[in-house]
């Protein structure tokens, strides 16, 4: 038994460290999430939950990602991806009364709505942050977060 108690600590490691929790090759480590759901739980945990203008910005920088190179090709594996998001972004549970909007706002994106100050910004911080970079290109604060293009 301890051996095998070792290969699953070994597996569920391996799994952290690629973000496949919540991937369907390995669903008995974590919950099996949807795109749906992998999206709600960026927004929900990325902005600021009374904000629909902010979860729609994490929500296109999400869609965006997808069409780049050096990204995930799926939504979950976007999310998941490792620190992109917020710690515990795949696990941690969704309460209050705020979910089902997030719940509206990702099926919004999910049938082609984006932000149109986004068009094809990939990156955002937390708002009130400074960094000292100057390829850093500021295009919008919503919900808590800046958003902003690399040049």
């Known amino acids: 038994m301890p051996g095998l108690f070792r290969i699953l600590l070994l597996l569920a490691a391996l ?4 973000s496949l929790s919540g991937c369907a090759i390995f669903p008995f480590f ?10 709600m739980r960026a927004m929900y945990f990325e902005s600021n939950r009374s ?38 972004v795949m696990t ?5 009364r705020s979910v089902p909007t997030v719940a509206a706002v990702a099926d919004q ?5 984006r932000h149109p100050a986004l068009p094809a910004t990939t990156h955002f911080h937390t708002a009130g942050l400074t960094f000292p970079y100057t390829n850093m290109h500021y295009v919008l604060v919503a919900g808590g977060n800046a958003f902003y293009n690399i040049y």
């Open 51 to 88: 904000s629909t203008e902010g979860m729609l910005a994490v929500g296109t920088v999400v869609m965006n990602r997808l069409q780049q190179p050096g990204y995930p090709k799926s939504i979950c594996g976007v999310v998941g991806q490792p620190g992109q998001f917020a710690p515990g």
């Open 109 to 113: 994106v999910l049938h082609g709505a």
């Open 30 to 39: 974590g919950p099996h999430l949807s795109p749906r759901q992998c999206l």
């Open 92 to 96: 941690r549970p969704m309460r209050g």
């Open 15 to 18: 799994t952290a460290s690629l």
